[in-house]
T-cell receptor, first 113, second 111 residues
Framework: DAGVIQSPRHEVTEMGQEVTLRCKLISGHNSLFWYRQTMMRGLELLIYFNNNVPIDDSGMPEDRFSAKMPNASFSTLKIQPSEPRDSAVYFC???????????FGPGTRLTVL | GENVEQHPSTLSVQEGDSAVIKCTYSDSASNYFPWYKQELGKRPQLIIDIRSNVGEKKDQRIAVTLNKTAKHFSLHITETQPEDSAVYFCAAKGAGNQFYFGTGTSLTVIP
């Protein structure tokens, strides 16, 4: 298994543009987590899904952020419109159930100019 | 909701010495406490975890202790090596299935 796959690895965009981050879970995992990491705020959980259902989205900063799981192995995190303060590294992680080891993807480094 | 505090924020130790990182949490219903290691420019990786029905867990040079009464848990690294240098994060899973991370400890092991 290749592990959790994220794309793109780097994204540079201009303020106001739509950004879509993608994540492929490890085969067999049923929990999916989206995190954001910055120097100022550290590692923040944005949202997590269990069996394709969003369980907790209280970390989603505002309505500009949305996340979906169109199928059991894939998720997207969309920011529309993007703002400079959204610049961060976005990680997704997957696990077999929420109480087990989370395997992180390599992250997407987002820069919004 | 849960509040996880982690101390210290930076820690320097001589190679071979022990390192201890402490975290406190506020939600008494929290039941799962993982520790992650993140090397510079890399993804976080689980190094050890503990559940609320256990007081201590050890894996070679790494151990975690949990005090449910005091609501704190600690990471202990013995015989530190330069490759232990990284940022370490504690986390707690709250009753509402939410995960809360500490702010991280930057550990430097001096050869």
């Amino acid at each position: 298994d290749a592990g959790v796959i994220q794309s793109p690895r780097h994204e540079v965009t201009e303020m106001g543009q739509e950004v879509t981050l993608r994540c492929k879970l490890i085969s067999g995992h049923n929990s999916l987590f989206w995190y954001r990491q910055t120097m100022m705020r550290g590692l923040e959980l944005l949202i997590y899904f269990n069996n394709n259902v969003p369980i907790d989205d209280s970390g989603m900063p505002e309505d500009r952020f949305s996340a979906k799981m169109p199928n059991a192995s894939f998720s997207t995190l969309k920011i529309q419109p993007s703002e400079p303060r959204d610049s961060a590294v976005y990680f997704c992680a997957s696990s077999w159930g929420p109480d087990n080891e989370q395997f992180f993807g390599p992250g997407t480094r987002l820069t919004v100019l | 909701g849960e509040n996880v505090e982690q101390h210290p924020s930076t820690l320097s130790v001589q190679e071979g010495d022990s390192a201890v990182i402490k975290c406190t949490y506020s939600d008494s219903a929290s039941n799962y406490f993982p520790w992650y290691k993140q090397e510079l420019g890399k993804r976080p990786q689980l190094i050890i975890d503990i559940r609320s029905n256990v007081g201590e867990k050890k894996d070679q040079r790494i151990a975690v202790t949990l005090n449910k009464t005091a609501k704190h848990f600690s990471l202990h690294i013995t015989e530190t090596q330069p490759e232990d240098s990284a940022v370490y994060f504690c986390a707690a899973k709250g009753a509402g299935n939410q995960f809360y991370f500490g702010t991280g400890t930057s550990l430097t092991v001096i050869p």
